[in-house]
T-cell receptor, first 117, second 111 residues
Framework: DGGITQSPKYLFRKEGQNVTLSCEQNLNHDAMYWYRQDPGQGLRLIYYSQIVNDFQKGDIAEGYSVSREKKESFPLTVTSAQKNPTAFYLC????????????????FGDGTRLSIL | DQQVKQNSPSLSVQEGRISILNCDYTNSMFDYFLWYKKYPAEGPTFLISISSIKDKNEDGRFTVFLNKSAKHLSLHIVPSQPGDSAVYFCAARNQGGKLIFGQGTELSVKP
């Protein structure tokens, strides 16, 4: 079945440690996104990528880094510079970017919950 | 600056009745609007969307209405079912193509 796979589902990080969250999609989507959800808030965009080897900062990129070496994969690294990393992280993808695919929704994975030890 | 607002954090409805979830936005340049449904510990699932050139879109029990003059979006669920209990997010697409999400409304459908 086609979909978006995020792993792990739960992740614990020690202070000062970098951690990488995995996101893989087999939907052949061009665009991929990382969001963060905090209690009582909507999803906030961290980074997005519309094509391989290219990505842009979202609204809250500080303390995060990404790479897009393959179309299927868009890993997110939460660095030690991120002062408040405890949150629910969601990866999404969409066809967006191709001609004729303008109004297409983003599809989400099931998320990774990151907690600080 | 909250560009997309869902002012009701929660809503409780009796099974079989109509659920109406509301969303207000500030940017008249938003051109595409979406509703997502989210269960705890899962990712949001796309429900229904509407382009800014329309004022209504229907898909089974779900209808989205767009009032551009009021900058208001609503989702109607008729009839409501217990399985509809979830958090509902509205989202709007800006000129840069990014989605801006509301804070979510938790819907509870009582049997």
């Amino acid at each position: 079945d086609g979909g978006i796979t995020q792993s792990p589902k739960y992740l614990f990080r020690k202070e000062g440690q970098n951690v990488t969250l995995s996101c893989e999609q087999n939907l052949n989507h061009d665009a991929m996104y990382w969001y963060r959800q905090d209690p009582g808030q909507g999803l906030r965009l961290i980074y997005y990528s519309q094509i391989v080897n290219d990505f842009q900062k979202g609204d809250i990129a500080e303390g995060y880094s990404v790479s897009r070496e393959k179309k299927e994969s868009f890993p997110l690294t939460v660095t030690s510079a991120q002062k408040n990393p405890t949150a629910f992280y969601l990866c999404a993808s969409s066809i967006e970017g191709r001609e004729g695919s303008r109004n297409q929704p983003q599809h989400f994975g099931d998320g990774t919950r990151l907690s600080i030890l | 600056d909250q560009q997309v607002k869902q002012n009701s954090p929660s809503l409780s409805v009796q099974e079989g009745r109509i659920s109406i979830l509301n969303c207000d936005y500030t940017n008249s340049m938003f051109d595409y609007f979406l509703w997502y449904k989210k269960y705890p510990a899962e990712g949001p699932t796309f429900l229904i969307s509407i382009s800014s050139i329309k004022d209504k879109n229907e898909d089974g029990r779900f209808t989205v209405f767009l009032n551009k003059s009021a900058k208001h979006l609503s989702l109607h669920i008729v009839p409501s079912q217990p399985g509809d209990s979830a958090v509902y997010f509205c989202a709007a697409r800006n000129q840069g193509g990014k989605l801006i999400f509301g804070q979510g409304t938790e819907l509870s459908v009582k049997p």
